[in-house]
């Protein structure tokens, strides 16, 4: 299985890009994963919320496969420990899912089209973040998946 991680803007903070560098690194020993930012669009101050999240929706689906399975990360979306996190991935793998594509959208989250396409809903938490640090969580969280999986030390109950 390979996992895309799709998200609205680049990281500017070099703390956070150094986090993210770092949990990349550590997943490649135990899965294919891509990690694409699409540009946020440009003049959005002349655009309604409607607008932008349509426009980055129109980008975000340009890169979703036929075949591909798609899970939003959205504030409604199920809550999960890193357990049941790391047995959603693994019925993934077993039933031969080929692409696990993961989204982060922009400020207002997804536009109706990008919410039609997506098969699962994902929460990190009822707490607000910033998207950047949604991206570093979101990769521990991963990293953190796999090592359960490979029932490696780096969780604890």
């Known amino acids: 299985m390979k996992i895309l991680i799709l998200m609205i803007g680049k990281t500017v903070n070099q703390q956070f890009i150094s986090l993210e560098q770092e949990y990349l690194k550590r997943l490649k020993h135990y899965v294919s994963i891509e990690y694409t930012v699409i540009p946020e669009a440009k003049n959005t101050k002349s655009l309604s919320e409607n607008e932008q999240k349509q426009k980055e929706g129109e980008l975000l689906l340009k890169q979703i496969n036929q075949g591909d399975e798609v899970a939003l990360l959205d504030e409604k979306g199920d ?8 047995g959603f ?3 993934k793998q077993i039933s031969s899912t080929k692409r696990l594509v993961f989204i982060i959208g922009g400020p207002y989250g997804f536009s109706d089209e990008v919410y039609k396409n997506a098969r699962h809903k994902v929460s990190l938490s009822d707490m607000t973040f910033s998207h950047q640090m949604v991206r570093v969580i979101f990769l521990e969280q991963l990293y953190r998946v796999f090592t359960i999986l490979n029932n490696e030390p780096y969780h604890h109950d």
Do not use: P, T
């Not at 809550?79 to 790391?86: G, P, Q």
């Open 89 to 91: 991935i693994e019925k």
């Open 79 to 86: 809550k999960m420990n890193s357990r049941e996190f790391a």
